[in-house]
């Protein structure tokens, strides 16, 4: 039930956004009775967190199948097309933003979010670093993993602006030859 909740606030999310989600509109998506979503997420922020911290373990989850097939070291160009792929391309992706602007305005969700959020990414960036065959100091690294962030978002925002769907596509492509320039050790000649 906690799971059909959550699908069901991402996909709300997703299509109609912060402003005109409702929780109504979550437990009549998820087919579920009010009284049964208020049970298990009392508060709207509850179910919006519940749901964050829901797409978290997916991309978790994609993380893991991916790694099952690419053992370390990771090529930098594999991660970045996983990441964009399997995570910022994804329609899902759209919800985290509406997430992230929202709390922007609602200082308790906020909190929350930057709690489960903060947790999830120290993780994260902790293992892509050390599995990806990266070239640089921890420094870079974490300097890379945040240029990298706001890439993937402005391409995932952008894409539904693009009049051609494979604009991201070229973009991806022109990313990871950058990328790789970035994330070069200092002294090595190059690509």
């Known amino acids: 039930?906690?799971?059909?909740?959550?699908?069901?606030?991402?996909?709300?999310?997703?299509?109609?956004?912060?402003?005109?989600?409702?929780?109504?509109?979550?437990?009549?998506?998820?087919?579920?009775?009010?009284?049964?979503?208020?049970?298990?997420?009392?508060?709207?922020?509850?179910?919006?967190?519940g749901a964050f911290e829901h797409l978290l373990k997916q991309w978790e989850a994609k993380r893991t199948e991916f790694l099952a097939h690419h053992p370390p070291p990771v090529p930098l160009d594999s991660y970045l097309r996983h990441i964009w792929h399997d995570v910022f391309a994804q329609p899902r992706y759209i919800?985290?933003?509406?997430?992230?602007?929202?709390?922007?305005?609602?200082?308790?969700?906020?909190?929350?979010?930057q709690a489960v959020l903060a947790e999830w990414t120290e993780k994260r960036d902790g293992i892509w670093s050390h599995l990806i065959d990266f070239q640089t100091t921890n420094q870079t690294t974490s300097e890379f993993f945040h240029l990298n962030l706001c890439m993937f978002r402005g391409m995932a925002v952008h894409a539904s602006f693009n009049k051609d769907d494979t604009?991201?596509?070229a973009l991806l492509e022109a990313w990871i030859k950058i990328a790789k320039q970035l994330t070069q050790a200092p002294g090595d000649p190059g690509l």
Not at 6 to 21: F, H, I, M, T
């Open 95 to 113: 919800a985290a933003l509406e997430l992230m602007l929202a709390a922007r305005a609602d200082e308790a969700l906020r909190e929350r979010l």
């Open 1 to 49: 039930m906690r799971r059909r909740l959550c699908e069901a606030a991402l996909d709300v999310l997703s299509e109609v956004g912060y402003e005109r989600l409702s929780t109504p509109l979550i437990s009549t998506r998820a087919q579920v009775s009010r009284g049964a979503q208020t049970h298990h997420f009392p508060t709207k922020a509850d179910i919006l967190v």
């Open 167 to 169: 604009i991201n596509d």
